[in-house]
């Protein structure tokens, strides 16, 4: 039998991370992301910046458990947490005075996973 899920050990490994957190932590929300992150990878979430700042209100973490891509404007001032970034995407959060930082230092900054918001 082949086997199924994540080929990539950075990936396995935060997913195992993230369910520890999960029930340390008595969070759900960080085990809907590492169920969203067990994904293939082609269909794992690429969520353009317009739909943040659509979606996402000021001072909330924003977790996106794919890539964040540059199309659109970020007008909010939001916590991006995610897989991974584009290039473009990175330059204008930080233009727009937000933050953009890995799933990791997600779950070291809020444990508990309050005021968050999964957009996939």
């Given amino acids: 039998m082949r086997p199924t899920g994540p080929t990539s050990l950075v990936t396995r490994r935060l997913i195992g991370e993230l369910r520890r957190a999960a029930r340390r932590n008595s969070a759900p929300v960080w085990l809907r992301v ?14 353009n910046l317009s739909k943040i700042n659509r979606h996402a209100r000021d001072g909330e973490m924003v977790i996106v458990p ?18 991974s970034f584009s290039l473009q995407a990175l330059v204008k959060i930080r233009l727009s005075g937000s933050r953009a930082i890995t799933l990791e230092e997600a779950v070291r900054e809020n444990p508990r996973g309050s005021r968050t918001r999964i957009i996939i």
């Fill in 34 to 47: 590492a169920e969203l992150l067990e994904r293939p990878r082609r269909r794992r979430a690429e969520v």
């Fill in 66 to 83: 794919g890539k964040v891509l540059g199309a659109g404007a970020l007008e909010k001032k939001v916590t991006v947490a995610a897989l």
